[in-house]
C-alpha cells in the first residue's frame, strides 16, 4: 500500500508540472497509471494484466537508444506511445490470444529512445492495453551523457525537488597541486570526441581526445602547480550530438603557517 502511494503521488507531480503542454494527453495517461496500480491484478475471470519491465521507471541517459516493455496477460493486447521520443519498433499489438483461464502469456515488445538533446530531463510513457485493463510503463531520460568519473554535482531535479531524479548536473575534476595523474572515465553509445573549451593550458595534457562507443577512460595529466593560486580549465565531452563539460580543477600550493 505504500509503494502504491508513493507511484500515485509520483504520478501526479509529474502530471502537475506537465499539464499545461499536453493536457488532454497527460490526464489519460495518469488515469491509465491509477488504473493499472488498482486493477491490474487478477479479476474474478482470472483475467491480468502486469507490466513485468519497467519494474517502477526505466532510467536512462540521453545518448543511450534502446529498451523495451514486457508484460503478462491472459488476452490480446496493443500498445502505444504517448511521446513522441518514444517509438515501438515491433508488433504494437496481437490478436492471436484465445482466452484461456490456465494460460498466462508472457509479451514483449521493444523501443527505440531518441537522444535527448533538450538539455532538461523528461519522462514518457507507454500504454499496454488487454482485456478491459490499461497499464503505463514510464521511462525517465537524462540531459547529459553516462559520465562516471567525475560523479556529477546535483543542482536541480526533475520535476520538482521532492523526487530524486536529476535535472541539472555539472562535472568538475579537482586536483592537488602536486598531484600529476587523474583520470575521465564515461560510457557512451556512439564515437566521442574531447575539445577544450577555450585555448589549451601548457598544464594539462589528455591521453586522447577521441574513440568509440563502449566504456572508456582518458588519462589526464598534469603538471606541478608552483603557485598558491587555483588553476581551472573546462573541456567538452561530446557523443551522439549531446556534449557535456567537465571542469578540471588544480589547487595551489598549500601555504604554511608562520612560526610564532
Not at 537508444?65 to 496477460?73: E, N
Request: hydrophobic share 35%; proline share 3%.
Amino acid at each position: 500500500m505504500l509503494q502504491r502511494r508513493f507511484w500515485l503521488n509520483f504520478v501526479f507531480e509529474i502530471f502537475k508540472k506537465e499539464i499545461r503542454m499536453k493536457k488532454s494527453i497527460f490526464i489519460c495517461v495518469a488515469l491509465a497509471f491509477m488504473s493499472c496500480l488498482t486493477s491490474c491484478l487478477k479479476d474474478p475471470e482470472n483475467h491480468e494484466l502486469y507490466i513485468a519491465y519497467p519494474n517502477g521507471i526505466s532510467i536512462h541517459f540521453a545518448d543511450q537508444t534502446r529498451d523495451s516493455v514486457a508484460f503478462y496477460t491472459f488476452d490480446n493486447w496493443k500498445i502505444r506511445s504517448n511521446t513522441d521520443w518514444l517509438t515501438l519498433t515491433s508488433d504494437t499489438e496481437y490478436n492471436g490470444i484465445s482466452y484461456d483461464p490456465n494460460k498466462r502469456y508472457y509479451s514483449m515488445a521493444y523501443l527505440e529512445v531518441a537522444n535527448n538533446k533538450t538539455g532538461k530531463a523528461r519522462i514518457g510513457t507507454l500504454s499496454v492495453t488487454s482485456y478491459e485493463y490499461t497499464c503505463a510503463a514510464m521511462y525517465y531520460q537524462y540531459p547529459f551523457l553516462q559520465i562516471v568519473r567525475p560523479s556529477g554535482l546535483i543542482h536541480s531535479y526533475y520535476p520538482n525537488s521532492n523526487n530524486t531524479l536529476p535535472d541539472s548536473v555539472s562535472f568538475t575534476l579537482c586536483d592537488s597541486a602536486n598531484w600529476t595523474l587523474d583520470s575521465l572515465s564515461f560510457t557512451v553509445e556512439k564515437n566521442w570526441t574531447i575539445d577544450f573549451v577555450d585555448e589549451k593550458p601548457t598544464w594539462v595534457n589528455l591521453s586522447k581526445q577521441e574513440g568509440r562507443g563502449g566504456n572508456n577512460k582518458v588519462d589526464v595529466n598534469l603538471e606541478v602547480n608552483p603557485t598558491f593560486d587555483d588553476r581551472s580549465t573546462k573541456i567538452r565531452l561530446t557523443s551522439s550530438e549531446i556534449t557535456n563539460e567537465i571542469t578540471l580543477v588544480q589547487f595551489g600550493q598549500v601555504k604554511k603557517q608562520e612560526e610564532e
